[in-house]
């Protein structure tokens, strides 16, 4: 039973691209994030999610927008796709005073 | 939240303790210790947390000083698949968002 499940796991797509990375959690949590791991491996958090209040982290370009359709999914979208986005992006989620679970990645590359 | 110190890289042999030291010297009366790893092309994991009172689980043991300026977990006994980037936190236990702020951990290599 997988807890955090990311879709698609690789994406490749050309700079200028609109892209989607859509997030799943069957935990019942009620926080949803996103983490960006570059190419030097730094882990750093973009989003956070919790009961319709989105906490952005102030480096994060606006080009990149969270929506959650629900309390299970946290999407997140991309526009104009620049090369320094590549990276992987973890979704992740928890409830309070609980530990966070992260999803599997997904390998964003951009040409 | 508080900062963390953890030493780059360690080998560990298999079957013996791996011994992950942190530093949390600024750390605040309300901030948990946390530890996390990521295993090669995979998520992070939740491994243990505490606060002042050492802890243990099926995963690892952490062991906390009585000042509760460093901290060490212990994974008893290692093996390959323990092989991974260990990530020492520290932050409040609060209610809402849980955001974690990653340093760069330190990579434990376990070999046969």
């Known amino acids: 039973d997988t807890a955090v499940s990311q879709t698609p796991k690789y994406l490749v797509t050309q700079m200028g691209n609109d892209k989607s990375i859509k997030c799943e959690q069957n935990?019942?949590?009620?926080?949803m994030y996103w983490y960006k791991q570059d190419s030097k491996k730094f882990l750093k958090i973009m989003f956070s999610?919790?009961?319709?209040?989105?906490?952005i982290n102030e480096t994060v370009p606006n080009r990149f927008s969270p929506k959650s359709p629900d309390k299970a999914h946290l999407n997140l979208h991309i526009n104009s796709l620049e090369l320094g986005d590549s990276a992987v992006y973890f979704c992740?989620?928890?409830?309070?005073?609980?530990?966070?679970?992260f999803g599997p990645g997904t390998r964003l590359t951009v040409t | 939240d508080a900062k963390t110190t953890q030493p780059t890289s360690m080998d560990c042999a298999e079957g013996r303790a791996a011994n992950l030291p942190c530093n949390h010297s600024?750390?605040?009366?309300?901030?948990?210790v946390y530890w996390y790893r990521q295993i090669h092309s995979q998520g992070p994991q939740y491994i243990i947390h505490?606060?002042?009172n050492n802890e243990t689980n099926e995963m690892a043991s952490l062991i906390i000083t009585e000042d509760r300026k460093s901290s060490t977990l212990i994974l008893p006994h290692a093996t390959l698949r323990d092989t991974a980037v260990y990530y020492c936190?520290?932050?409040?236990?609060?209610?809402?968002?849980?955001?974690?702020?990653f340093g760069t951990g330190t990579r434990l290599t376990v070999i046969p």
């Open positions: 999610y919790n009961n319709k209040e989105l906490i």
């Open positions: 936190i520290v932050r409040p236990l609060q209610t809402g968002a849980n955001n974690l702020f």
């Open positions: 600024t750390i605040s009366g309300n901030e948990y």
């Open positions: 935990l019942g949590h009620d926080t």
């Open positions: 505490g606060l002042k």
């Open positions: 992740a989620s928890s409830q309070a005073g609980t530990s966070t679970y």
